[in-house]
């Protein structure tokens, strides 16, 4: 699978359409070399914790599908001359693999959230997607000693796709952590798609994220967020800068 990437502060990222994202997401679980894939949803908070933060940085880099998740990256590729495909959000490669599972019945395991969470996540898709296959659920507050069961678990029922919503960057820590040993052709971190699943947290109109404000819309419902957004423009001059050390050239 030859790859299209654009690299933003050291991290590449998939230059794909969300048609694109499922037929390499399939090509993953039918695969030969059964290992577990990661899948990654780069925005800018990604990108700048992995500025700092080496172990993160390397996953990233070694993901075998990396979607352009905010409008930030977006931004950071028009900067260097070079756009994306398409704004590929976490909960619409959710989705989209939902409805593979609906289509084919790849089968998937939810790991995270709250509990309860996950099972009403798995309630609210059966409603839309009568033909899901979700084989298994678990929040994820869990000690080490349930963490080897849910392991135990998720490699009894060895799922095609392993959701994990454990906030970034500790989801794609774990799914690292214990890529060797899960049986599961993709694991994939989720942040907080789970609480818009659920109605917890509500994604903007629809317009709004056409236009690229659903950040601002989501600053405006949670303005804790405001410390998470101040990265924006650090990101920004970095690139810049980036930009001008190199005289407008990337590798």
Avoid at 36 to 45: D, F, G, L, R, T
Avoid at 47 to 68: C, G, H, N, V, Y
């Amino acid at each position: 699978m030859v790859r299209n990437t654009i690299t933003i502060l050291g991290v590449p990222i998939d230059t794909i359409t969300i048609d694109e994202a499922k037929l390499i997401s399939e090509e993953l679980i039918n695969n030969s070399n059964k290992s577990c894939k990661i899948v990654v949803a780069p925005n800018v908070e990604f990108i700048m914790t992995a500025q700092k933060d080496k172990e993160f940085a390397d996953i990233l880099r070694e993901a075998s599908l990396a979607t352009p998740d905010s409008i930030g990256v977006i931004i950071g590729a028009k900067l260097q001359k070079k756009s994306f495909k398409q704004r590929i959000p976490g909960q619409a490669y959710f989705r989209a693999i939902i409805e593979l599972s609906n289509q084919k019945g790849y089968s998937i395991y939810l790991l995270g959230g709250e509990k309860g969470t996950p099972e009403q996540v798995c309630n609210n898709l059966k409603k839309i997607y009568p033909n899901v296959n979700i084989v298994g659920t678990h929040h994820g507050y869990f000690d080490e000693n349930e963490e080897k069961h849910i392991i135990e678990e998720i490699n009894i029922l060895k799922p095609n796709v392993l959701f994990v919503a454990l906030g970034a960057p500790k989801q794609e820590k774990w799914i690292k952590k214990h890529q060797n040993e899960l049986k599961v052709d993709i694991a994939a971190g989720q942040g907080g798609t789970f609480d818009y699943e659920t109605g917890k947290i509500k994604r903007a109109p629809v317009w709004i994220q056409k236009i690229g404000m659903e950040w601002f819309y989501r600053l405006c419902k949670q303005p804790q967020r405001i410390k998470r957004q101040i990265v924006l423009p650090i990101y920004l001059i970095k690139i810049l800068f980036a930009k001008d050390k190199t005289k407008g050239k990337f590798n």
